[in-house]
């Protein structure tokens, strides 16, 4: 299936029956899952449980063995042209674990590049808007610093100030917080917090359970490679139904 879905399509993702594997390692059995536009999704679960596979495949960064991946109507994995999947990539923000900055561009000129060389943006113009959004992640006055010169809270927040200069409808976060001493995570939080709070559409992929209980519309429990579990914040936390959810849980609580 490809072309554009209806604006009318309350969609934004829909996985079915995705498979991924490893040689003979399955790391993704099956996968059946929507994501609502506005909807904010946690995924969480054990490590080595196929979260991270699982979100890369969203904008092909991992390629998969079998099912498909609807963005907007349109197959991800379908063939396609190594243009066209860059500019289906410039619509799916993804913030990465580690920072992925250019140590040797400031900080403004990271947030700019993307919309100028990818979309044809006017510098000044690119310049203009790298500014307000750096000041909506509370770094405006780090615009002319370079990332070494940055904490890695500052960073990341760097980081999803250039996702969202492409102007995207879906964020994705593979655990954003996990590179970062505990004193900084709390400043990524609060910026996916206002994030949430616009109504932007975010799959996250976190082990920040209190992240997941405040912001969350819903929270996929994954473990060996299967979505065990599907339920709002209040049913996850209170009264998980899989007994592997209730383990994991009675884990973290110690």
Known sequence: MT?????????????SNVSKTYGTY??????????????????????????????????????????????????????????ALNQLRSRIGFVF????????????????????????????????????????????DKAFSYPGQLSGGQQ???????????EPPVMLFDEPTSALDPEMVGEVLAVMKSLAAEGMTMLCVTHEMGFARDVADRIWFIDA?????????????????HPRAQRFLADLRH
């Open 156 to 166: 990341q927040r760097v980081a999803i100030a250039r996702a969202l200069a492409m």
């Open 97 to 140: 674990q580690s920072f992925n900055l250019f140590p040797h561009l400031s900080v403004v000129e990271n947030v700019s590049m993307s919309p100028i060389r990818v979309k044809g943006v006017p510098a000044h113009k690119a310049h203009d808007k790298a500014l307000l959004l750096l000041d909506r992640v509370g770094l405006a």
């Open 225 to 241: 490679g299967r979505i065990l579990e599907m339920a709002t914040p209040e049913e996850f936390f209170s009264n998980p139904k």
């Open 3 to 15: 072309g554009t879905a209806s604006p009318q399509d309350p969609t934004a993702i829909r996985i």
């Open 26 to 83: 399955q790391v993704l059995k099956e996968i059946d899952a929507e994501v609502a536009r506005g909807e904010v999704v946690v995924v969480c679960g054990p490590s080595g449980s196929g979260k991270s596979t699982l979100i890369r495949t969203i904008n092909r960064l991992e390629e998969i063995n079998s099912g498909s991946i609807l963005f907007d109507g349109q197959n991800i994995h379908a063939p396609m042209k190594t243009s």
